[in-house]
Nanobody
Framework: QVTLVESGGGLVQAGGSLRLSCAASGRSFSNYALGWFRQAPGKEREFVTAISRSGVSIDYIDSVKGRFTISRDNAKNTVSLQMNSLKPEDTAVYYC????????????????????WGQGTQVTVSS
């Protein structure tokens, strides 16, 4: 069982930066692959980025490549999302998610693969 709590959202102007954090409680955090998803008003939840339990394998949606960076700290039970050069179209509620993974180098991009979700944090980018 894992409980996830996101923080770090807020209002920022286009071109600015935000850093989201997700703190996990529970055992064996290093056994979980992690991901960030987002949901804009009136739209379906979409994959943003994912990281394997080992931290070696990472994937990003094309629209955030070069701007967003995911990282994890297994010692602190946290996963972070550094977001730079933010655009108004990045406005959404951002969720972190976790899934128990038996393959160290595997990440997951489908929301249905994930078993645990945070409550979400709002990111608003003004133009």
């Amino acid at each position: 069982q894992v409980t996830l709590v996101e923080s770090g959202g807020g209002l920022v102007q286009a071109g600015g930066s935000l850093r989201l954090s997700c703190a996990a409680s529970g055992r064996s955090f290093s056994n979980y692959a992690l991901g960030w998803f987002r949901q804009a008003p009136g739209k379906e939840r979409e994959f943003v980025t994912a990281i394997s339990r080992s931290g070696v394998s990472i994937d990003y949606i094309d629209s955030v490549k070069g701007r967003f960076t995911i990282s994890r700290d297994n010692a602190k039970n946290t996963v972070s999302l550094q977001m730079n050069s933010l655009k108004p179209e990045d406005t959404a509620v951002y969720y972190c998610a976790a899934v128990l993974s038996f393959i160290p180098g595997t990440f997951y991009t489908d929301s249905s693969d994930y078993d645990y979700w945070g409550q979400g944090t709002q990111v608003t980018v003004s133009s």
